[in-house]
């Protein structure tokens, strides 16, 4: 009985060390419940100070990942806290250093505010005219989150006839060697017309037969317009969970070197 008990303790304990937010974590619908009920419990978002002022959920508080390990945290039992549902390891992170200096009982939003946002749940950004801006991501970042979110799914709009922008001559990269374990969805445009491909580009059908708003889809395409049209049509179906590779497949060449990012 002692051993089973001490095998059990065990994997709990490299539960943990993978990912704590397997232990220790809250869904966005119950998040979403307890704010409506008006739950004691401290809310904390653990993104850039930037990131917060632009939008979060409301009541929380911004306490930089980076800052975690040398705060104390209010009075109140419960805590929750929340990042960008990008990279689950910097939230693993936080939570761990939480967790060393303090007694409260600390969750993990699941999927962070990008799932939280995906829900259509209230946050401060403010109604009427706002800056809108596509999200990107770099190479080496995607290299290191498909490591971590077993959210991801690789949106794979590039064209081999296609002219696109790279000056290196290569045949398409293989994404599953690039990406290993990584669900990859492709979807090839035929038509070299502009015009055409803005109008007949439609959502692959595997996107919408699922659940999106538990994915978190990176748009890759040659490095032309692709990304941005999808993300449009992304956007009107509802669907707002979705980063674009910054640079496409040229950026993928070159592992992520002399990389422009916009933000």
Not at 240 to 261: D, H, M, P, T, V
Request: proline share 3%; glycine share 6%; hydrophobic share 40%.
């Amino acid at each position: 009985m002692k051993a089973k008990l001490l095998n059990v303790i065990k994997i709990i304990v490299v539960i943990f060390l993978i990912s704590p937010s397997l232990l220790f974590a809250i869904s966005a619908e119950d998040l979403n419940q307890s704010l409506y009920q008006s739950d004691k419990f401290t809310l904390i978002d653990i993104r850039s100070n930037s990131s917060y002022k632009y939008a979060h959920i409301p009541g929380a508080i911004n306490i930089s990942a980076k800052l975690c390990s040398g705060k104390k945290l209010p009075g109140i039992d419960r805590v929750i806290i929340y990042g960008d549902g990008i990279d689950k390891q910097i939230t693993n992170n936080a939570l761990k250093a939480l967790s060393k200096i303090s007694k409260n009982s600390i969750e993990i939003l699941e999927g962070g505010f990008s799932r939280w946002e995906a829900l259509n749940f209230p946050t401060t950004l403010n109604g009427g005219l706002v800056k809108k801006f596509h999200k990107y991501i770099s190479y080496k970042k995607l290299k290191k989150i498909a490591s971590n979110n077993q959210e991801l799914v690789l949106i794979d709009l590039r064209d081999k006839n296609s002219n696109n922008k790279t000056s290196i001559k290569s045949e398409l990269t293989d994404l599953s060697a690039r990406f290993p374990g990584t669900r990859i969805v492709s979807h090839e445009l035929k038509s070299k017309n502009l015009k055409k491909r803005q109008k007949y580009f439609p959502i692959p059908e595997t996107i919408s037969e699922d659940k999106s708003h538990l994915n978190l889809y990176v748009l890759i395409d040659n490095g032309n317009e692709d990304s941005l049209i999808m993300a449009k049509r992304l956007k009107a179906s509802g669907i707002k969970r979705f980063l674009i590779l910054a640079g496409g497949e040229e950026s993928i060449i070159r592992n992520g070197q002399s990389e422009l990012i916009t933000k």
